[in-house]
């Protein structure tokens, strides 16, 4: 009868100690599932919306390719009747396709004397040949000579068809650099009054060159 009271005893703590694994290992299960439940629940921060950088540098344009171009221009002076000016802008005109056709060659038209609103005219008129409009500023000595001098040269490339300025300036017989081969060239300062053929036979070339540089 004792016997059989102590087995019974054995076997009560025997089922309380299962009971109390069982239990542990069902608290156990459930925190690990608790806590996996709640990473997935975490949503991951969204990242942040790159920023778009804008560069403030401007593309450079393009030169535009010039493969034809005119040449003409008039002449202003002082005085009521000057009869060398139509000899004067031949000159010119000569001096300035000699230098536009020298290195790379290209395709260099006389167009002869117009003003500005003419050489405009022509442009319009042009589908591919560009136009090298100049103006030859003249004075005279004050003397009893009356020899005529160059005070600047005005020069302006007017594009085809729009007649829109493709570059402008002036040029003076003080003027001592003159682009030729990507080299520079000193020319001599030229005085007042000296005379006027020999002056554009050195400034002209200046006027050519700068034009060309911008095609």
């Known amino acids: 009868m004792r016997h059989e009271r102590h087995a019974c005893s054995v076997l009560v703590k025997s089922q309380k100690y299962l ?16 806590a ?11 990242a942040p919306t790159p920023v778009a950088v804008t560069s403030t540098e401007t593309a450079k344009p393009e030169r535009p390719v010039v493969s034809s171009i005119i040449v003409g221009g ?11 000016a139509d000899d004067n802008i ?15 060659p290209m395709e260099v038209i006389n167009g002869g004397k117009m003003n500005l609103n003419q050489a ?6 042009e589908t ?33 068809q729009t007649a829109k300025f493709l570059t402008s300036g002036r040029v ?8 030729l081969s990507e080299s ?6 030229i005085q007042r009054g000296p005379d006027l053929d020999i002056q554009l036979m050195m400034v002209v070339p200046i006027l050519a060159a700068r034009a060309k540089a911008k095609f």
């Open 19 to 34: 009971l109390l694994v069982c239990a542990s290992l069902i608290l156990c299960c459930s925190q690990s599932i608790v």
């Open 90 to 104: 031949k000159d010119t005109i000569k001096i300035c396709m000699e230098r536009l056709n020298y290195d790379p």
């Open 128 to 160: 591919k040949s560009y136009v090298l409009w100049f103006e030859l500023s003249v004075k005279f000595t004050d003397d009893y000579l009356m020899e005529p001098y160059l005070v600047f040269i005005d020069y302006a490339v007017l594009m085809p």
């Open 36 to 46: 996996q439940s709640g990473r997935r629940a975490a949503q991951p921060k969204p």
């Open 120 to 125: 405009k005219e022509r442009a319009k008129k």
């Open 172 to 179: 003076y017989p003080s003027d001592h650099k003159n682009i």
């Open 74 to 84: 008039d002449l202003i002076h002082d005085i009521k009747k000057y009869g060398d």
């Open 184 to 189: 520079v060239l000193r020319v001599p300062t």
